[in-house]
């Protein structure tokens, strides 16, 4: 009798411990770990997903040319590198650059496509390729002797266009970038510094100074143009939140960021949106280690104030949104 017992209560222990085990399986299957951010603001969330430096070297007194991973060439010719000083380089220089091609890409790195037009206006620009290239040696930074300048070769998207321009980049306090015309005439000319190679299908221009350069053109639309409010009172964090507004045209992207002011309603530049033009808004924010994302397809409206419903996700969800754009 006793043995009977004893077998039915290592039975009852093994049950027991099974629908334990069982049940703490389950828990752990239905309630997600919570990813731990590496950072606290969008400042950060740029810094860990943007696209990330290429590094090379070249002799600065003969030159040289490097290519990067999507295809961009650079081109430096002899002795045309000086240091702070204005001393002409020689021997063994660091080069690092990055490209960048697609929507995903701008807003990952925060380098949209607005622009200061040759009026001085707020503007927006279809981009065939936006370059950073940095050159250093033991550490120091190095630019562009006067009267010399290297060259970007990027490749197309969109073919021949001769309202392509140079444009070079000024980094603003948030990180992001306004690009401006480096010459007022494109391809054709022979002194426009930017040219279309049919084969491969790219564009090659001028740049004088290192820092972020691109191929891009003005976007040009010839009917009614508006503002839009954006209304952040529904983001988990007003003041981290980056909003973004894209579109394409002949395979060529735009990427206009909305400057954040600080304040509930922010706005696009005034009377710079195209009215009837169909967009996707893309709004990102940071709170409490966890980044939340909002997307709205619309299509451009007088003064119209838009608000957004923001979703938690992952920053691996945010990526695959985003890869959905390019």
Request: aromatic share 10%; net charge negative; glycine share 8%.
């Amino acid at each position: 009798m006793n043995t009977l017992k004893n077998i039915f209560g290592m039975i009852l222990v093994l049950l027991t411990a099974f629908l334990i085990s069982s049940c703490s399986k389950n828990d752990d299957e239905l309630i997600p770990q919570q990813e731990i951010l590496g950072y606290q603001d969008i400042l950060g969330f740029y810094e860990a997903n943007g696209v990330q430096k290429q590094d090379f070297t070249i002799d600065a007194t003969t030159g040289g040319t490097i290519t990067g991973e999507d295809g961009t060439k650079i081109i430096f010719p002899p002795n045309s590198l000086v240091d702070s000083d204005g001393n002409l380089i020689g021997g063994t220089v660091d080069v690092s650059i990055r490209e960048i091609f697609t929507a995903s890409q701008m807003i990952l790195s925060n380098k949209p496509t607005n622009a200061v037009n040759f009026s001085s206006e707020n503007t927006f620009l279809l981009s065939e390729g936006e370059t950073e290239v940095v050159v250093t040696q033991n550490g120091n930074s190095l630019d562009m002797a006067p009267g010399t300048f290297y060259q970007v070769q990027v490749p197309s998207a969109g073919g021949e266009d001769n309202d392509m321009l140079p444009f070079a980049g000024t980094v603003t306090n948030d990180g992001g970038i306004v690009w401006n015309a480096t010459r007022d005439v494109g391809i054709g000319n022979g002194t426009s510094g930017i040219a279309y190679n049919a084969a491969p299908s790219s564009y090659i221009y001028d740049v004088f100074e290192t820092g972020w350069s691109n191929c891009d053109k003005f976007y040009a639309y010839p009917g009614a143009k508006t503002t839009n409010y954006i209304n952040l009172t529904n983001s988990p964090n007003a003041t981290e939140t980056a909003v973004y507004l894209i579109f394409e045209e002949n395979n060529l992207p735009a990427v206009v960021k909305i400057f954040n002011a600080g304040t509930p309603i922010i706005q696009s530049y005034t009377d710079s949106l195209p009215v009837g033009l169909a967009v996707t808004y893309v709004v990102i924010t940071i709170e409490n280690n966890q980044q939340y994302l909002a997307i709205r397809n619309v299509i451009i409206s007088e003064e119209e104030e838009l608000s957004f419903t923001f979703e938690p996700k992952t920053t691996q969800e945010i990526l695959d949104v985003l890869a959905l754009l390019d």
